[in-house]
């Protein structure tokens, strides 16, 4: 059972005064009070737990994020960043106690400058907002999340998202110059700009992937690039998940890194297919979508390498992608795996853990050994060039013993992704869902330096509390050279 | 003389941290020593040598992923790629012969002073290859941070803030690192006489291009003349150059192709793989070509539009790379070197951070050496310090006088 920080009462007692004095700093509709429309913002996309905020509040200026916090801060309310709301490991997932501070009316964009490669844009902007605004001139923004055309950038810089092209082009901090923070007292900082890399400690850095926990972005500088001169997709179908595995780690041993390199095992393939049609091959047990991109002629030569290295492997399909129409059809049905998975399941859980590439085949076969002890389906995608799992539970919400089995499978997925020398998150963050597994991959000193960070940035604990680490540690505590026990103690938090 | 401690073991490295936290005992933390006079000078009781902490703890190629002691000297390092066809992706820059050594320093030290060479515009510096590190912090603790796979979310990334501390918050006992495949061959675009406005906006047109550049720098004439590499020696004038690097038909192409494309502008040449080579790496190094060492040496980044607005500000001999913006400056020792012209040029710029790599002691000792923060963030900082080592007892003034 999740717990969560217990509701501060005397927070709570407050409540019409605490509505008041925010209604004074952010006017009209950016207070939101009445129940049925703060129930918008009970959950993110990690849709099973679920928690009414205390108060929603939209702000539209830096001014009144500021103001908010500073006040927030004074009365030591806690506050909860929320972007688009897409996050899959309950990052946004709100607190009874707590503000619940929206940034999607920051949703302009501030400059395109082609002459150092960057868009300025306020952190509510989608992700795709961005690429769109650049792509007439033959640009693009290159981490692109399945979720692009709804999670806003902000969203990525607290989670450091990813997508299928970062295996060549990075994740989301690889492509971020800068931001516009404010923290939790109001302050307001820049970090980092349009130049490269950061003047002292690298803070910019250290936000991202932050999950909100260190302060709430208000603006950003990210990198743009020259859309490559050519894409082309070859479809990959192999007998079974080894052979895909094994043609992964030799396409990549062959010193090629393709733009993007996924895989899908049989049920994701069916499932995909059934929704969107992309003309997958059904007679397979693993598909592989390898993009290669870049000059016309590397492309070419890459191409035909690839080819060989899969007939090696033992592939029974290669399909070229021959137009943008057909590569954009292959994608397709990788990027919509996820709504394909559930509409074969009423429910479905995404885990998220990153192995080493060579692990493949081992975990995949012992991902299915651990489906039939939990009697449970399991549908695979992964961004398999980047060893990043994204293994899809089948189950029944409505059926109580089916959501245990699912979270015991998935956290023996993500136990096994650590075991065999992996990480819990390749891209979704940890939030509240991984929250307890932290222990299975961090010591209690690696716990404790990390919480010491969030003790330089937000030392009341304010920001986002009962997300990332499995216990709070007062920051004295920690701040004392001895550290010992001393947990705040969590009751229980509903779930639905 | 102060003592030197030189720990062998991670368990060493902690006692030896933690003894000196106990009597708030300050450290000097040391990789090989190479980039000692890189930053402020460090008055310490002692010198924590970390150059006993050698060798390479796992290294598959397939994976894309090296694991090493932090104090392995960077030159094993990269031999060891070079014979997998493998390269660390952020070109670190041998900085020694700036301070007249040889040694290309540790690995850690390339971390801990997230340098990166001419691939930094395409591949990123030393922060974005660094995956994961266990050290021990200020308070002798032992953490772990990161991983040691290339897709990794889980928790605080603590490695970006590790990785450009210079050793002021923890020594690095083991370092992780994503590695890259290295390209087969690499061709060079050269165009001739340009001015630095001019030199600029062609870079600029070279890296907004689809040709995957990856490298653009400017010589103006002291420096190009300076080249080992002939056509660049005795060209007499100033050189931009682009470097285009993949297979050999890819290069090749693309590298006409940017002739093409480029040559109403200038006069042109091509260098292949050899001359290339050496070029980038006279770039990367600096010292090549900003060679007198009586001067100050400046590391400058800003907004790559600003870099020719900030060499016209500031009287100095100078080269650029990425694409202008980073801007190498030798000035004149006197006085404050041109920190503040060039401060003045970066604020003017809209923003950017300029480094005193390396000067005369008592003028390292006189003046900021690193960019000095606006207060808010400077107030952050001190507090980021205190969490990891509240005693100051690691490398104290190294980055900012009285931290
Ligand atoms: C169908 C689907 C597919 C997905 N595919 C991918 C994928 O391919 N790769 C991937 O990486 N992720 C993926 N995700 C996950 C999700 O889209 C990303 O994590 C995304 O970055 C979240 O952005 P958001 O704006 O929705 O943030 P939210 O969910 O609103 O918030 C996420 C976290 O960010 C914090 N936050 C939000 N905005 C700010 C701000 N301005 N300042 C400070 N903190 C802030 C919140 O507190 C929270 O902790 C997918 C999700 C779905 C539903």
Redo the contacts with the bound molecule.
């Keep these: 059972m999740l717990t969560m920080p217990a509701p501060d009462e005397s927070v709570l007692a407050r409540r019409a005064e605490i509505v008041a004095a925010l209604r004074a700093i952010v006017p009209g509709e950016g207070v939101i009070d009445a129940e049925e429309e703060r129930r918008a913002y009970e959950c993110?996309?990690l849709s099973a737990y679920r928690q009414l905020p205390m108060v929603v509040v939209l702000p539209s200026t830096v001014e009144q994020v500021s103001a908010v916090l500073r006040y927030c801060h004074r009365q030591k309310i806690r506050v909860?960043?929320?972007?688009?709301?897409?996050?899959?490991s309950g990052?946004?997932l709100p607190l009874a106690d707590g503000v619940l501070l929206g940034?999607g009316k920051f949703n302009r964009i501030l400059e395109v400058d082609y002459a150092n490669r960057c868009v300025v844009t306020q952190?509510g902007v989608t992700n795709l907002g961005i690429t769109n605004a650049v792509s007439a001139d033959g640009f693009y923004y290159a981490p692109d999340?399945?979720?692009q055309i709804?999670?806003?950038i902000?969203?990525?810089?607290?989670?450091n998202?990813?997508?299928?092209h970062c295996l060549k082009y990075g994740l989301t901090t690889n492509n971020v110059l800068g931001v516009q923070l404010v923290l939790i007292d109001g302050t307001v900082i820049r970090l980092g700009g349009k130049h490269l890399d950061a003047g002292g400690y690298d803070m910019l850095g250290v936000i991202t992937g932050s999950?909100?926990l260190l302060?709430?972005?208000?603006e950003v500088t990210v990198r743009i690039l020259r859309k490559p001169a050519t894409a082309r997709a070859l479809l990959l179908g192999f007998p079974t998940l080894e052979a895909g595995g094994d043609c992964v780690a030799a396409i990549i041993a062959a010193g090629i890194i393709p733009g993007g390199m996924e895989m899908m095992d049989k049920p994701a393939i069916h499932a995909a297919e059934a929704f969107v049609h992309a003309d997958y091959p059904l007679d397979v047990e693993s598909l592989l979508i390898v993009e290669l991109d870049g000059p016309a002629i590397e492309v070419d030569e890459l191409i035909a390498a690839v080819k060989e290295i899969a007939t090696q492997c033992g592939a029974v399909y290669s399909r070229l992608s021959n137009s943008e129409e057909e590569r954009a059809r292959f994608w397709a049905g990788r990027k919509a795996a996820?709504?394909a998975v559930g509409r074969i399941s009423p429910d479905y859980m995404c885990m998220d853990g990153t192995i080493p590439r060579k692990q493949l085949p081992f975990v995949l076969g012992r991902i299915g050994e651990l489906a039939t002890k939990h009697k449970l389906r399991v549908a695979n995608v992964f961004h398999a060039g980047d060893g990043n799992l994204h293994p899809l539970i089948l189950f029944d919400a409505n059926k109580p013993e089916e959501l245990a089995a699912a979270e015991a499978f998935g956290a023996d997925i993500l136990r096994l992704c650590v075991e065999v020398g992996g990480v819990l998150t390749g891209?979704?963050?940890v939030?509240i869902e991984k929250r307890d597994l932290m222990g299975a991959m961090f010591s209690e000193d690696d716990l404790a330096q990390q919480q010491r960070l969030k003790c330089a940035f937000d030392p009341d604990g304010l920001l986002?509390p009962g997300?990332v680490f499995p216990v709070l540690h007062r920051c004295a505590e920690l701040g004392r050279m001895v550290v010992r026990g001393g947990a705040v103690p969590f009751p229980n938090l509903p779930r639905f | 003389m102060s003592d030197t401690l030189r720990p062998r073991s991670l368990d060493e490295l902690r006692d030896t941290v933690a003894a000196a936290a106990a009597d708030a005992a300050t450290l000097e933390v040391m990789g090989s020593g190479s980039k000692r006079g890189f930053g402020r000078p460090v008055q310490a009781a002692r010198v924590l040598d970390l150059s006993g902490l050698t060798g390479v703890r796992s290294y598959e190629p397939a994976e894309l992923v090296l694991t090493a002691a932090a104090g392995t000297p960077l030159a094993e390092i990269e031999a060891l790629l070079a014979e997998k066809g493998q390269m660390l992706g952020f070109e670190p820059p041998h900085l020694g012969a700036l301070y007249g050594t040889a040694d290309a320093g540790t690995l850690g030290g390339a971390i801990a002073s997230n340098l990166a060479g001419p691939r930094r515009i395409k591949l990123g510096a030393a922060r974005d290859h660094f995956l994961g590190a266990v050290s021990v912090s200020g308070r002798g603790e032992i953490f772990k941070s990161g991983g040691k796979v290339v897709k990794n979310v889980t928790g605080y990334d603590l490695c970006k803030l590790l990785a450009g501390s210079f050793g002021t918050l923890a020594a690095l006992e083991e370092v992780t690192v994503k590695v890259l495949p290295a390209p087969a061959k690499q061709r060079t675009a050269l165009l001739f006489g340009l001015e630095p406005a001019e030199a600029v906006s062609v870079m600029a047109q070279a890296l907004n291009s689809p040709h995957e550049v990856s490298g653009a720098a400017y010589l103006p004439p002291a420096a190009a003349v300076r080249s080992s590499v002939d056509y660049i020696r005795r060209a007499g004038t100033s050189v931009v150059a682009l470097r285009l690097e993949g297979t050999p038909r890819s290069s090749e192409t693309r590298c006409k192709a940017l002739c093409g494309q480029l040559s109403h502008l200038a006069a042109v040449e091509e260098l292949h793989t050899m001359n290339s080579t050496k070029l980038w790496r006279e770039i990367r190094d600096v010292a090549p070509l900003l060679p007198d060492a009586s001067k100050a040496i400046w590391r400058v980044s800003v907004p790559p539009s600003a870099g020719a607005a900030v060499v016209a500000a500031v009287p100095a001999g100078f080269i650029l790379d990425w694409g202008g913006g980073l801007i190498w400056l030798a000035t004149d020792p006197a006085g404050d070197a041109g920190a503040a012209a060039i401060r003045a040029s970066i604020r003017a710029a809209g923003g950017g951070h300029a480094t005193l790599v390396r000067a005369p002691l008592p003028l390292r000792a006189a003046i900021p050496v690193f960019e000095p923060p606006e207060a808010a963030l400077a107030a952050l900082s001190a507090r980021v310090k205190e969490q990891f080592d509240p005693r100051r007892i690691l490398n104290p003034g190294r980055m900012y006088a009285g931290s």
Aim: charged residues 15%.
């Design positions: 993110d996309g909860v960043p929320r972007g688009a709301g897409t996050g899959l990052g946004a940034m952190p999340p399945s979720s709804a999670c806003s902000g969203g990525n810089i607290a989670e998202s990813g997508g299928v999950e909100g302060g709430v972005v208000t996820f709504p891209e979704h963050g939030g986002n997300k």
